[in-house]
T-cell receptor, first 108, second 115 residues
Framework: EDQVTQSPEALRLQEGESSSLNCSYTVSGLRGLFWYRQDPGKGPEFLFTLYSAGEEKEKERLKATLTKKESFLHITAPKPEDSATYLCAVVYGQNFVFGPGTRLSVLP | GAVVSQHPSWVICKSGTSVKIECRSLDFQATTMFWYRQFPKKSLMLMATSNEGSKATYEQGVEKDKFLINHASLTLSTLTVTSAHPEDSSFYIC???????????FGPGTRLLVL
């Protein structure tokens, strides 16, 4: 069964404590994997698109990587303003499917 | 770039009335627009996909007569919730992409409360 999962469901970090979020997928014919950030009461904000295994992209404190089965979003030395829900999504065939998200809290 | 707006951001209506939500791509031509619904602390649920000038394609379980979608131009799509009921209260989010791109860019969302 095609599926997109994210772990952990929630993560609490101290400011400066680096960590990684995971997005695992079991779909056929992946055409792209996306990371978004969503703040409460707002629409998702685009972060990265990854197309093939081995690809990496970086933006400020965030780095996204992709393998054939999963993607990681690495957060280096996070700040309180990085607190948000991080969503991954995959596109395969005619489908664009979101994972359930990881709620990240960064404490000062 | 890739800015998508929604209007209104907040709407309260009485049960039985219809509500229209607009989604606009401000700086690109959106050949395809999507409408999502999101429940509290849940991920986005795709409702329908619309291509400019064509009828929308609805996901299974979404009533097309209840949620009317019009994508009349390359920069505007509208979602009309007809005869709204309290169970239609939710956060509605649109997204858009242009022709040969997979990435969807999202609007800020519209919170609907039906009394």
């Amino acid at each position: 069964e095609d599926q997109v999962t994210q772990s952990p469901e929630a993560l609490r970090l101290q400011e400066g404590e680096s960590s990684s979020l995971n997005c695992s997928y079991t779909v056929s014919g992946l055409r792209g994997l996306f990371w978004y950030r969503q703040d409460p009461g707002k629409g998702p904000e685009f972060l990265f698109t990854l197309y093939s295994a081995g690809e990496e992209k970086e933006k400020e404190r965030l780095k996204a990587t992709l393998t054939k089965k999963e993607s990681f979003l690495h957060i280096t030395a996070p700040k309180p303003e990085d607190s948000a829900t991080y969503l991954c999504a995959v596109v395969y065939g005619q489908n664009f499917v979101f994972g359930p998200g990881t709620r990240l809290s960064v404490l000062p | 770039g890739a800015v998508v707006s929604q209007h209104p951001s907040w709407v309260i209506c009485k049960s039985g009335t219809s509500v229209k939500i607009e989604c606009r791509s401000l700086d690109f031509q959106a050949t395809t627009m999507f409408w999502y619904r999101q429940f509290p602390k849940k991920s986005l649920m795709l409702m329908a996909t619309s291509n400019e000038g064509s009828k929308a394609t609805y996901e299974q379980g979404v009533e097309k007569d209840k949620f009317l979608i019009n994508h009349a131009s390359l920069t505007l799509s509208t979602l009309t919730v007809t005869s709204a009921h309290p169970e239609d209260s939710s956060f509605y989010i649109c997204s858009a992409r242009w022709s040969d791109q997979e990435t969807q860019y999202f609007g800020p969302g519209t919170r609907l409360l039906v009394l």
